[in-house]
């Protein structure tokens, strides 16, 4: 069992050997999270939740009903489920998922992802672009990685735009959506 305070709250968490930072949260997460607001008015999206640190944290501090935590493991999903249960926020909304795949909610104020480090980049690219379309406008993704150029590229293609912070080794990026497309897509014109 982990327990930790984050942004003074305490959370006990139960972890798995097979998921990702078992003995610890992972001080990218927590770098991320130490550039977050998040309020009652806020609509959450953990991405890749695996035991539940962030959506359940995002519950807590603003309304379990309007937090989703997704994750393709179905191991990180059970877990996340009793910790969200185990510290009271059992209203969050826990969602096997590949991605953004198979949740249809959208209108999001702030999506949180630790994307998984892979050689390639599809499952971030998928994060990015897919994450845009389920945030309402205004809405805020923000994203910690150990790398830097492909995500800030990709990112201000999308957005229009990407704030980048350096904390303790990671990166973390804040995207704002401004826009209903993609800011590298021209508007269709009109005939």
Known sequence: MIVVEIKGVTLRLETGSEL?????????????????????????????????????????????????????????????????????????????????????????????????YQTDFATPKHFIEKGFNRLAVGGRLVMVTKRELWYRRKLAAIFGGVRVEHIDGYVVFEAVRRRARYANRPALSKT
């Open 20 to 116: 990702f930072s078992p003995r610890a949260v992972d001080r990218g997460t927590l770098a991320m999270l130490s550039r977050v607001e998040i309020g009652p008015g806020d609509k959450v999206l953990d991405l890749g939740c695996g035991y539940g640190v962030v959506g359940i944290l995002a519950a807590k501090l603003g309304r379990p009903e309007q937090v989703w935590m997704l994750d393709n493991d179905p191991l990180a999903i059970r877990i996340a489920t009793s910790n969200a249960a185990a510290n009271d926020v059992a209203g969050v909304h826990v969602v096997q998922s590949d991605g953004l795949r198979a949740l249809d909610e959208a209108g999001f104020t702030l999506i949180l992802c630790n994307p998984p």
